[in-house]
């Protein structure tokens, strides 16, 4: 089983940046990427990015292509999430996900039902 744990919220200014975190522990390998989602009050969990651990191939939601960068670091078992240019819209609990070890291809990288392991979540909150 993966445990994961979000790290780097907080409260900023528009215009500012932040790195999120999220540590990974336990059977790491048996889970093939990682994405990022968030939830704004009010609205559903969404789809951010996600990373392969092998390839480090990634993909975006075009919301935030260009703004946010998804990486990642074998070695510590950690993703990242580099947010940019924040805007007040931006506010919102961002979680990292695990996807299901048996699932595959792109496609399913988008979806949050393809997740099976999810951190408590961080809170950004972008001031005006």
């Known amino acids: 089983q993966v445990q994961l744990v979000e790290s780097g919220g907080g409260l900023v200014q528009a215009g500012d940046s932040l790195r999120l975190s999220c540590a990974a522990s336990g059977r790491t390998f048996s889970s093939s990427a990682m994405g990022w989602f968030r939830q704004a009050p009010g609205k559903e969990r969404e789809f951010v990015a996600a990373?392969?651990?092998?390839?480090?191939?990634?993909v975006y939601a075009d919301s935030w292509k260009g703004r946010f960068t998804i990486s990642r670091d074998n070695a510590k078992n950690t993703v990242y999430l580099q947010m940019n240019r924040l805007k007040p819209e931006d506010t919102a609990v961002y979680y990292c996900?695990?996807?299901?070890?048996?699932?595959?291809?792109?496609?399913?990288?988008?979806?949050?039902?393809?997740?099976?392991?999810w951190g408590p979540g961080t809170q950004v909150t972008v001031s005006s």
């Open positions: 990373i392969l651990w092998s390839s480090g191939s990634t």
């Open positions: 996900a695990a996807r299901t070890p048996t699932t595959y291809g792109t496609i399913t990288l988008y979806s949050r039902d393809n997740y099976d392991t």
